[in-house]
C-alpha cells in the first residue's frame, strides 16, 4: 500500500522536538519488552491547555511514540495551544499482548492525569487519540480511562477482530489475545466491547483495503442505535496510514478534524 510504504520515506513536514522526551509513565519493576515511556509536547503561553494522549499504531507487534504520524501530529497541535503525551506500550514478542497493551495505555492516562497541575493542563479537556491498533486500544481503554477523559478519537483503527483475512492476519489475532477462539476475537473487539458513554470520533479512508471502512461505519452505526455519541469522518479515497504523508490534503484535514474535537470536547 502506498500510504504504508510511506512510513520508511523521509518526513513531508518540520517535527518539532518534544519538550520532554522519554519520561516513564510507569514503573518498571519486574517488567520485560518496550519501556512505558512518554514524550511530552507543550504549547507555548499559558495554559489550562487541553491535551491529548497519542497511541501510535503497527498492527500490535511494531511502532513507536516517535512514528512519522505521531510526530506530525503532536507538533500541529502542540503548534495549536494543545498539550501532547506520545506513549509507547507493550507489544507482541517484546513484553506483551493486548491486555499489556491496555493496560499500558491506562497506566499513561492516569499518569497525564496526574501532571494536570504541574504542566497547566486543562482536567476536564483531556482526549485519547489512537492510530489504526492504537486506536482500537483507545476504545477498548475506555471503560478504565472514562472517567479521566472527556472523549476518543480513532484513526482508521480495527474494530473487528474477527473479520480480518486468513493467513499472518489471524495468526496476528491469535497471538494478540492468546486464543484461536473467534468468539473471544469478536467479545473482545470494540465493536462488541462494552459501551462507551464518553464522545467516540471515527476517522477513516473509504480506500482502506488493510481495515475495511465497513467496520468504522459499523461501529458508528451501533453507537448511534444506542443513542451513544458518534461521529464517523470519512475521507474519500484515501487508504490506511494516509496521515504518513503531511503533504496530503487528507492528512491535512484530518488534523485540523482532530484538532475541532480537542477545542469543541466532542
Request: glycine letters at 10%; a positive charge; hydrophobic letters at 45%.
Amino acid at each position: 500500500m502506498r500510504s504504508l510504504a510511506t512510513l520508511a520515506t523521509p518526513p513531508t513536514f518540520e517535527a518539532d522536538a518534544p519538550t520532554a522526551s522519554g519520561l516513564a509513565y510507569t514503573g518498571t519493576a519486574g517488567r520485560r519488552g518496550v519501556p512505558p515511556l512518554a514524550d511530552v509536547y507543550l504549547p507555548d503561553g499559558p495554559g489550562p491547555h487541553p491535551s491529548v494522549v497519542v497511541v501510535h499504531g503497527g498492527g500490535f507487534t511494531v511502532g513507536s511514540r516517535r512514528m512519522k504520524p505521531v510526530r506530525y501530529l503532536a507538533t500541529e497541535l502542540r503548534r495549536a495551544g494543545v498539550a501532547v503525551a506520545a506513549i509507547d506500550y507493550r507489544l507482541v514478542f517484546r513484553g506483551g499482548r493486548l491486555d499489556e497493551a491496555l493496560d499500558d495505555v491506562d497506566a499513561a492516562v492516569r499518569w497525564w492525569a496526574r501532571q494536570a497541575d504541574a504542566l497547566d493542563l486543562d482536567p476536564a479537556a483531556v482526549q485519547v487519540c489512537g492510530f489504526s491498533a492504537g486506536g482500537t486500544l483507545t476504545l477498548l481503554s475506555a471503560p478504565r480511562t472514562a472517567p479521566l477523559v472527556a472523549g476518543y478519537v480513532s484513526i482508521f483503527g480495527l474494530y473487528d477482530f474477527a473479520a480480518l483475512g486468513g493467513g499472518a492476519s489471524q495468526l496476528l489475532t491469535r497471538l494478540v489475545h492468546r486464543t484461536g477462539d473467534r468468539a473471544v476475537w469478536r467479545a473482545r473487539s470494540p465493536l462488541n466491547a462494552a459501551p462507551i458513554e464518553r464522545p467516540v470520533v471515527l476517522l477513516h479512508g473509504t480506500r482502506d483495503t488493510l481495515v475495511d471502512i465497513g467496520q468504522a461505519r459499523a461501529l458508528a452505526a451501533r453507537r448511534a442505535e444506542a443513542g451513544l455519541p458518534v461521529r464517523l469522518l470519512e475521507y474519500d479515497g484515501e487508504e490506511h496510514a494516509f496521515l504518513c504523508d503531511a503533504r496530503r490534503p487528507a492528512a491535512q484535514q484530518a488534523v485540523a478534524d482532530v484538532l475541532a474535537v480537542v477545542r469543541g470536547g466532542a
